[in-house]
């Protein structure tokens, strides 16, 4: 998840290096598990007061939050120690996610980065157990928070050590599988598949949960059905993701920007009316504007003709561009995969420079033409 992302907070600087940012989903998942939390605390000491279960309900919630940060800094703090760029670190509803700028290029390096994670949720799980017993007597608030910490990282852990991509025992997988048949690309698409398969194992048994409850349990069953059933939709999903982005790969492997180029480019000055670019035979749906020769934004034309008529003469193009364009621009010599990602964030075009003067755009149809014709040979 890109930081423009509207569904992200705002970013905090992790000692200046990376951002952490907190993804909107955990904010509701964290005020459910606070109110079950809350509950909990009162039906298990009914000495409890509202005000103090809701309040150890929200420190559970906050210390479970931190536990998943703890895991996913420990993945960040090996990938740095090998040699790998963290990009950032994103919290979410299904747990969390360390974003790396490229792949391992050894197996050990991707085992040691998956195992990382695990490693200090165990010890988050031991530690909370410990402290369970210590307060057991003199403080049972502290120790029942503390169980229900060890129970969720222990769940966590185990879940996570699934063998199933995205999970760190998917990632773990991989990389045995990789050391032991020397290809990385046969070694993801077994992970891939193992991930498909738990993915539908899971939603069986949320359909048997969802179906087969009765009595006075039937609602946590109806809720323990639905999220397995959410989990394992999410697990089929990113499975699928894994082995397309695994094709896109292998296809554009050795293509660089300049073999995607669309050269039938057209640009017009910041100072261009809206009534200029209206009358213009634009071959796509956005069209760059210069400062000069410098690329400065794009016009997307669908935004252009939403506007009032008396505007088309009144708002030069400066006024009516988009600056995504210019954030992130490729070189003609940089690998076609780059823009993948760029294109799917919802991007509309992708400016290709050559000593900072603009050659051509790589647009979601001209990669699409590319993709098509190797399909055909």
């Keep these: 998840m890109t930081p423009s992302d509207p569904s992200l907070k705002a970013a905090a600087p992790w000692s200046g290096r990376y951002p952490i940012r907190v993804h909107s989903s955990w904010l509701l998942v964290a005020a459910v598990l606070s109110a079950l939390f809350g509950v909990l605390y009162v039906r298990g000491d009914p000495a409890v007061g509202t005000v103090l279960a809701v309040g150890l309900g929200v420190l559970t919630s906050l210390l479970l939050l931190l536990s998943v940060l703890a895991h996913e800094l420990a993945h960040a703090a090996v990938a740095r120690r090998s040699g790998m760029k963290v990009s950032g670190i994103t919290l979410r509803v299904f747990g969390g996610t360390t974003e790396l700028a490229g792949d391992p290029l050894r197996p050990g390096v991707e085992f040691r980065i998956a195992l990382a994670g695990p490693f200090v ?38 879940f996570n050590l699934i063998p199933a991509a995205p999970l760190d025992g998917g990632r773990i997988l991989r990389a045995v599988l990789w050391a032991v048949w020397g290809r990385p690309a046969a070694a993801t698409r077994a992970v891939a598949a193992t991930g498909r398969s738990f993915g539908l194992l899971l939603i069986g048994f ?172």
């Design 206 to 377: 949320g359909v048997v949960a969802f179906f087969g409850g009765s009595g006075a349990a039937v609602t946590g069953q109806l809720v323990c059905g639905a999220w397995f059933v959410v989990i394992g939709l999410h697990l089929r999903r990113v499975a699928r993701e894994v082995t397309r982005q695994l094709w896109l790969a292998e296809t554009l492997h050795g293509v660089t920007a300049a073999h995607l180029l669309d050269y039938r480019i057209l640009s017009v000055q910041r100072g261009a009316s809206g009534r200029d670019l209206a009358t213009m035979d634009i071959p796509h749906s956005e069209i760059p504007v210069l400062d000069e020769a410098e690329l400065v934004g794009a016009v997307r034309m669908d935004e252009l003709r939403r506007r009032p008529l008396a505007e088309w003469e009144r708002l030069p193009a400066g006024k009516l561009m988009r600056t995504e364009i210019v954030e992130q621009t490729l070189h003609p010599e940089d690998a076609a995969i780059r823009v993948v990602p760029l294109l799917s964030a919802g991007r509309r075009s992708v400016a290709v420079l050559d000593a900072g003067e603009l050659v051509g755009i790589i647009t979601m149809e001209t990669l699409r033409k590319r993709l098509s014709l190797h399909s055909e040979v």
């Design 121 to 158: 949720t165990l010890l988050l799980t031991l530690a909370f157990l410990a402290l369970q017993q210590f307060a057991r007597v003199s403080l049972p608030a502290a120790a029942a928070v503390a169980g229900n910490l060890a129970l969720m990282n222990g769940l966590l852990l185990a």
